[in-house]
């Protein structure tokens, strides 16, 4: 199969990367099956697209004719069996082991011998998840970003069982929704996170042994690197309990204590200081959020 031959592709999740994976995929020309538990969650899921294609429309990136033309390649279904016959299906569910086996299970009950997946999981291993499935030759990794429409990395991870030209026509795929790919290993956070992780961790250790305050941490960072966020930042967004438990995943494995997360993020999750979606994280967020 090349990549001409492909004429569908298959989005199982709909929720922020799914959507957005699928927005490029019919950007791409693509028509784009989505399959998600409930109804409600693809309204969101249709209203987030319309919403990013308005303003690349008011942009001039597309007609506002292109605009619809690209919403209407777009399908959504609760139903596994809809992406039955479509030779493509890039999976952004939840990020639970449990959940991805039990889809990819599915999958295999009602996909034909040919048909590539390929997962968007940010911590868990590719080549684990290529094990659980009927054909792990036809099983990649490809890491978006978020939001997907604007960001133009892809990172593709083969597993350990994937044949070369599954690699390359996830390659060829990314390239056909406008990104920019990069092929890495199946390590702990691929090499964007690798780097990132403990750089955000670094930056909680420097605020606990008291080196500077987070705001000159963060200032330092913007200013002295150009960063657009600072790290301290960064990881109220993101949430302490997801730094916590990204960290500790990639030290269970690596055993290096870079990876370690710092006693603070502990005890912060602890107070419940999770960040800006509990009001306080490194910073206070109390009268934002009323
Ligand atoms: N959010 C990010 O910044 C980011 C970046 C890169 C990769 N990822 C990865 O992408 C995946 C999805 O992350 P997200 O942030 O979009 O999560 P999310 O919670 O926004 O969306 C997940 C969606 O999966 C749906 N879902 C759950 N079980 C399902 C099933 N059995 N069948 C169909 N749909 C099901 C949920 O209803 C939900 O809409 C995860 O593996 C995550 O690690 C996330």
């Known amino acids: 199969m090349t990549i ?15 959507a957005g994976i699928a927005q490029v995929a019919a950007q791409a020309g693509f028509q784009v099956k989505v399959v998600d538990v409930s109804e409600a969650v693809w309204g969101r899921a249709e209203k987030t697209i319309a919403k990013s294609l308005e303003r690349m429309v008011k942009k001039g990136t597309f007609t506002e004719e292109q605009g619809k033309e690209i919403l209407g390649r777009i399908s959504f279904s609760t139903d596994v069996a809809s992406l039955a016959g479509v030779p493509f299906i890039i999976e952004a569910v939840f990020e ?24 968007n999981t940010s911590s868990l291993a590719i080549t684990e998840m290529a094990a659980l499935v009927k054909r792990p030759a036809k099983f990649v990794g490809m890491h978006f970003f978020n939001p997907v429409p604007m960001m133009k990395l892809v990172e593709v991870i083969p597993a350990l069982q994937t044949e070369a030209a599954t690699t390359a026509l996830a390659l060829e795929m990314a390239k056909k929704f406008g990104k920019t790919p990069i092929t890495c290993k199946d390590t702990p956070g691929f090499v964007v996170n690798r780097l990132f992780v403990p750089y955000i961790l670094d930056a909680v250790r420097l605020l606990e042994e008291g ?11 913007k200013l002295g690197c150009g960063m657009p966020m600072g790290p301290l930042e960064f990881q109220d967004f993101a949430g302490a309990d997801i730094g916590y438990h990204v960290g500790n995943i990639f030290y269970e494995y690596m055993k290096e204590a870079r990876f370690a997360p710092p006693g603070l993020l502990r005890n912060m999750i602890k107070a419940g200081y999770l960040g800006r979606k509990t009001g306080r994280g490194f910073y206070d967020y109390s009268e934002e959020k009323k």
Request: net charge negative; with cysteine; hydrophobic share 45%.
């Open 4 to 18: 001409d031959d492909i004429k569908a592709v298959g989005v199982a999740g709909a929720g922020s990367m799914g």
């Open 96 to 119: 639970d082991a449990g959940v991805k086996k039990e889809l990819f299970g599915k999958l295999d009950a009602v996909c034909g011998d040919d048909v590539i997946y390929a997962t």
């Open 211 to 221: 080196v500077a305050s987070a705001e000159d941490i963060d200032t330092a960072m």
